[in-house]
């Protein structure tokens, strides 16, 4: 599933560490998320726009 993750994250100049945090996930679920390699769950998806106080569908894409 593609992601603009990475562009809000710099928007709001968060890393990639910041973001995981925040939301309760490790690095590398992050790193896996932004590559395309795993495709988030539903409510982890939701957090992480949750976070951009962005709707879903403006983060993630198909």
Do not use: C, W
């Not at 993750?5 to 790193?31: C, E, P």
Request: glycine share 4%; charged share 20%; hydrophobic share 45%.
């Amino acid at each position: 599933m593609k992601n603009y993750i990475k562009k809000y994250r710099k928007v709001l100049k968060m890393t990639q560490q910041d973001l995981a945090a925040h939301i309760g996930v490790s690095r590398q679920t992050i790193i896996s998320i932004e590559s395309g390699a795993r495709m988030p769950s539903l409510s982890l998806a939701m957090k992480v726009a949750g976070t951009f106080n962005l709707p879903i569908e403006e983060v993630f894409f198909q």
